[in-house]
């Protein structure tokens, strides 16, 4: 079992609606991460929060929305997506992003977006 | 900058035969290594890491790897493999200082045969 929890596990949506991804870890991680993953492809950064705040923006679009409501929670809002955004989106966690560099990184089971 | 490459896309191990994959990074001095298994459909689970002190570090699932650094190397191996071991597996590097990005490599898709 996963220690990093995503909601939902499956996502469907039309470009013009707006719906949203959960993550929640409990580890007492201060650093957060979301990922996208294309099939067959390796995973890609978009963003990093270090103790609730944005650290990292890997030059992800507008549509792309971040969150970190606290240390234990992590969202996406998405908001009119084109059908290539489909991928495995990942969140991950770890201690702490920058003074526990060995620190590896949590990754829950993803959410399966598909933009029709 | 740094950087990962995978150089095997695609593995078939027999079950119960040795196994290698292959890993090598570019960065100055001493990264931080980590290797990943994916399942079909699933997030990425740690097999192990690598940061400083014996360059040979074990892991779960039986598997260990091996830091050389005048290879520029950090090779997975498994002595013994099972059908379970089937999936995907990257190698990863984190520099040890400025940013906290980690660095995936493209990955290598493991099959095990009878």
């Known amino acids: 079992d996963t220690e990093v929890t995503q909601t939902p596990k499956h996502l469907v949506m039309g470009m013009t609606n707006k719906k949203s991804l959960k993550c929640e870890q409990h580890?007492?991680?201060?650093?957060m991460y979301w990922y996208k993953q294309k099939a067959k492809k390796p995973p890609e950064l978009m963003f990093v929060?270090?103790?609730?705040?944005?650290?990292i923006n890997e030059s992800v679009p507008s549509r792309f929305s971040p969150e970190c409501p606290n240390s234990s929670l992590l969202n996406l809002h998405l908001h009119a997506l084109q059908p290539e955004d489909s991928a495995l989106y990942l969140c991950?966690?770890?201690?702490?992003?920058?003074?526990?560099?060995?620190?590896?990184?949590?990754f829950g089971n993803g959410t399966r977006l598909t933009v029709t | 900058a740094q950087s990962v490459t995978q150089p095997d896309i695609h593995i078939t191990v027999s079950e119960g035969a040795s196994l290698e994959l292959r890993c090598n990074y570019s960065y100055g001095a001493t990264p931080y290594l980590f290797w990943y298994v994916q399942s079909p459909g699933q997030g990425l689970q740690l097999l192990l890491k690598y940061f400083s002190g014996d360059t040979l570090v074990q892991g779960i699932k039986g598997f260990e790897a091996e830091f050389k650094r005048s290879q520029s190397s950090f090779n997975l191996r498994k002595p013994s493999v099972h059908w379970s071991d089937a999936a995907e597996y990257f190698c990863?590097?984190?520099?040890?200082?400025?940013?906290?990005?980690?660095?995936f490599g493209t990955g290598t898709r493991l099959t095990i045969i009878p």
């Open positions: 929060y270090s103790y609730e705040k944005l650290s």
């Open positions: 580890m007492g991680h201060r650093a």
């Open positions: 991950a966690s770890s201690q702490d992003s920058r003074a526990s560099r060995n620190s590896p990184l949590h």
């Open positions: 990863a590097v984190r520099n040890n200082f400025g940013n906290e990005k980690l660095t």
